[in-house]
């Protein structure tokens, strides 16, 4: 089975190619390069469907889109969908974990819980020009250290303690992190679908 994955990000490509690797050696993940279309939905599920959409209608292929982030309880939903953008447009990944450490301020455990959502988005074009659409949820509990730490990884992976890890997501080994990640858990939950479409 061949899925193009709708990311312009290629941290994501990488971890994908590595859980999808162990996880269903069957499938062939093709890069898209694309147009990027405006991410202007208000949730984790719509911004993950725009991408697959888009994806899915400029290559005729059948879709994958990752959108995620990381919620911090204290602050609501925040940044969750805004994580990509959090310090700005342009400010990047190292801006924006700064600003979420600087709005935590001295919030102390365990108060400073969170978890990294992922929620991937399955678009399935038919000859008839239907479209069969799946989508599969994954979440990662931890917290918010107080400061940053390691090299692995990417995003907010330096601030981030997994539950039942004393460090953070990059400090851990890329197949420690991608045995339990967020990305991991929703690829899981998209097993049983691209199985069934495999064999369809
Ligand atoms: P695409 O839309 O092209 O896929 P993007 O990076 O803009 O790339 P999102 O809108 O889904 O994608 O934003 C995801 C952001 O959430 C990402 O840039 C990180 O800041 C954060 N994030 C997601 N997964 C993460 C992970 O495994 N580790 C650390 N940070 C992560």
């Not at 062939?28 to 279309?37: A, F, I, K, S, W």
């Amino acid at each position: 089975l061949e899925v193009v994955l709708a990311t312009h990000n290629q941290h994501k490509v990488g971890e994908f190619q590595k859980i999808l690797g162990e996880r269903m050696p069957g499938l062939t993940v093709l890069g898209y390069d694309g147009p990027e279309p405006v991410e202007d939905g208000t949730s984790f599920d719509e911004n993950a469907f725009i991408k697959a959409r888009a994806a899915a209608a400029h290559t005729g292929r059948i879709a994958l889109a990752d959108d995620s982030g990381i919620v911090v309880d204290v602050m609501g939903a925040s940044p969750g969908i805004f994580s990509a953008r959090w310090a700005g447009p342009e400010a990047g990944a190292q801006a924006n974990l700064e600003l979420l450490l600087a709005q935590l301020g001295d919030i102390r455990d365990p108060h400073r819980t969170s978890r990294f959502h992922c929620t991937i988005a399955l678009v399935v074009p038919a000859a008839d020009g239907t479209l069969h659409e799946f989508a599969a949820e994954g979440d990662w509990p931890g917290r918010i250290a107080a400061t940053q730490a390691g090299v692995h990884g990417f995003g907010y992976d330096p601030i981030f303690v997994p539950e039942g890890f004393e460090v953070s997501a990059a400090e851990l080994a890329p197949e420690v992190k991608n045995a339990h990640s967020h990305r991991a858990r929703a690829f899981a939950a998209l097993v049983p679908e691209l199985t069934r479409i495999a064999a369809a």
